[in-house]
């Protein structure tokens, strides 16, 4: 089956460390075409020619063509709609992080950078819900600028985007943030979720693996991250137990599989899907397979066959 990876550069170091797990890691790139929300509109309207503006202009036409930019229909079904227009497009890792490895300093704002023709895992999951949300202003006609906002403000802690440090780089404090801002509901807890209390120090502890931490004023601040999210307990929804709460698992929902690695809480994200026979599935950007796709195993089989998987985190977009 697709071998799933984790969140951003942190989860893809896992891979270096152990055969057994295909990780993940960002989305974006350096292109000056592909930096919206530090470019004027009249460039934004000069580059609409370009294929990733293309996808957002012909994915949001499709939204509102389908009725899923009306206020009344679930977040999570427009974006997993746009999800699925995405189907077949390439996977690709640690993008994020290519301003680092060009010399970029990881004390200073980062540039945000996104695309929508190629994604990692968590890209995708942002992109989906960003273009849904974007479609929702505008008349149903975003802007690439509206689209990056909305990125802006999943990706970044508190909504803000700052240095390396400010990106919300555990895939549970990702959740954890976008509940208290209103951006979803951790709806594990209403599925006999159990809270996973170890604490996580796996940037902290392959240092190495990091470009930004070589520096010790960001190593500093990501140990201080760390140590912050202690008492923050995930909720996981047992492996075993998947099963008998799938009926109240709901296409759209977001998907964090939870691990047993140390230091590490997931080690790859998706949405639940629900397919034309209402069989609940993982629509994903797995590194097996390099493209975007709907698994084709049930939820609770994908999640038991994953290595160390102890369970999921479940949110719902709102």
Same mark, same amino acid.
């Given at each position: 089956?697709? $071998? ?104 200073? #704002? ?45 990706? =970044? /802690? ?11 780089? =555990? ?13 979803? /509901? +951790? ?13 996580? $120090? ?13 520096? +010790? ?30 009926? /109240? ?36 950007? #797995? ?9 084709? =195993?049930?939820?609770?089989? =994908? ?16």
């Amino acid at each position: 089956m697709d $071998r799933p990876r984790s969140r951003r550069s942190m989860l893809g170091d896992v891979a270096k460390l152990s055969a057994a797990f295909a990780l993940r890691s960002p989305l974006a790139s350096l292109l000056d075409g592909v930096i919206p929300s530090e470019r004027s509109e009249s460039k934004d309207l000069h580059l609409k020619s370009d294929p990733d503006h293309e996808r957002l202009t012909s994915w949001a036409d499709t939204l509102r063509a389908e009725g899923l930019t009306n206020a009344n229909v679930p977040l999570g079904r427009a974006a997993v709609r746009v999800g699925e227009l995405a189907r077949g497009t390439p996977y690709e890792a640690y993008t994020l992080e290519a301003y680092l490895r060009t010399g970029g300093d990881a004390t200073r #704002p980062e540039p945000l950078t996104l695309w929508l023709t190629r994604f990692d895992c968590v890209s995708l999951v942002e992109s989906c819900l960003a273009v849904a949300r974007a479609a929702r202003v505008n008349g149903g006609t975003p802007t690439w600028n509206d689209f990056a906002r909305e990125i802006e403000r999943m990706r =970044y /802690r508190g909504g803000t985007r700052g240095s390396y440090a400010s990106r919300l780089h =555990y895939f549970s404090e990702w959740i954890a943030d976008g509940a208290r801002r209103g951006l979803l /509901r +951790d709806i594990a807890p209403s599925l006999g979720a159990e809270d996973d209390t170890r604490p996580l $120090r796996f940037m902290t502890e392959h240092r190495k693996s990091y470009v930004a931490l070589a520096d +010790d004023r960001v190593f500093d601040q990501i140990a201080t991250m760390e140590r912050g999210l202690d008492g923050r307990p995930r909720h996981v929804i047992p492996t075993a137990h998947i099963a008998q709460v799938a009926d /109240r698992i709901q296409t759209g929902d977001v998907l964090g599989f939870a691990t047993s690695i140390p230091g590490l809480d997931v080690t790859h994200s998706a949405f639940a899907y629900r397919d034309s026979s209402n069989v609940l599935r993982v629509l994903h950007a #797995p590194l097996s397979g390099g493209a975007v796709e709907v698994s084709h =195993y049930e939820l609770p089989a =994908y999640v038991a066959a994953i290595k160390h998987s102890t369970g999921i985190l479940l949110a719902r977009p709102i």
